[in-house]
């Protein structure tokens, strides 16, 4: 019996689509893939043509998905993600040995777990060494050549040593979901050490509104001020990228002084053990571009 056969779908019309889909821009999307807007439409058409079915739409709030597209963006990403990752272990040169990589708490829980599993996957002969401490200190250890790679907060990255930005987002105020220590006076601020930029910047912007505050609690790292501001005790500084359940960013309409943005910086020691680092250096790169244009709707939001 004469079975029909089905049509295959590039992986590159699926890449624009997700990135479109993620981002609400044919302009950005564009960008990332290395296209112009007419190319990346065309591949929309494209891929319209070949499933039978709208999959975006234009609206007076901007690019919607439809139904079917919905259908299609999860699926769209686990066949992406299976895609790049037997590309990746078919061409990944086969690398064995140790590599040591750097990052503040914060950091590490929020935007490690998925790259560290995924390098595993593709590189499982490499071993990972995560050190955690606040950026001050991490610096230190790239300039004694004591870290190959990591993760530091822009402002605290060591003078000429080559760094490359990842993310950046705006700072927040954070308060307690069941608590208002954002209304009290003098505001008690949970903060990290005296070389913490988050911190420098928090009363920057308290002194430049002459808002009366006090150190109500200083921790080692980030991750030490979450405990007073869920208890209700006091307000700390993050960004919108990872806020613990309990937590919510103070709104605007509440009278606290506006933060700057804030970058994450990656840094490479030199000399640093290649190709190992470059591997995992690369993979830290593209995690952060897809969480960079999945965040972007609610961050402009």
Not at 31 to 42: D, E, I, K, W
Not at 138 to 162: T, W
Request: proline share 9%.
């Amino acid at each position: 019996m004469f079975v029909a056969a089905l049509a295959n779908i590039d992986p590159d019309l699926l890449r624009s689509f997700v990135l479109i889909a993620e981002g609400r821009s044919f302009t950005r999307a564009a960008a990332l893939v290395g296209r112009t807007q007419s190319a990346v439409s065309m591949q929309i058409r494209r891929l319209e043509e070949i499933l039978g079915q709208p999959v975006l739409h234009r609206s007076p709030h901007g690019i919607e998905l439809t139904p079917h597209g919905v259908y299609l963006l999860g699926r769209a990403r686990e066949l992406l993600k299976l895609n790049d990752e037997i590309v990746a272990t078919f061409r990944a040169p086969q690398v064995a040995g140790r590599v040591r990589l750097g990052s503040p708490d914060d950091y590490a829980l929020r935007w490690l777990p998925p790259v560290l599993a995924r390098f595993a996957e593709t590189h499982p002969a490499v071993e990972v060494e995560v050190v955690c401490l606040p950026s001050a200190d991490l610096a230190e250890l790239i300039k004694a050549g004591k870290l190959d790679l990591s993760l530091i907060s822009e402002g605290q990255e060591p003078a000429r040593i080559p760094s490359k930005l990842l993310w950046r987002g705006p700072l927040v105020w954070v308060t307690s979901e069941r608590a208002s220590p954002h209304r009290l006076t003098p505001l008690p601020l949970a903060t990290a050490h005296d070389h913490c930029t988050w911190r420098d910047a928090a009363v920057a912007a308290l002194e430049h509104a002459r808002m009366p505050y006090r150190l109500a609690y200083i921790a080692g790292t980030q991750i030490g001020t979450v405990a007073p501001v869920l208890a209700g005790l006091a307000v700390t500084i993050s960004t919108l990228a990872w806020l613990p359940e309990g937590l919510r960013p103070v709104r605007p309409d509440e009278g606290l002084p506006p933060l700057p943005e804030f970058g994450i910086m990656l840094v490479k020691t030199p000399g640093a053990r290649q190709p190992i680092t470059d591997a995992l250096a690369e993979h830290i790169e593209r995690s952060f571009e897809t969480e960079q244009v999945r965040d972007a709707p609610a961050l402009a939001g």
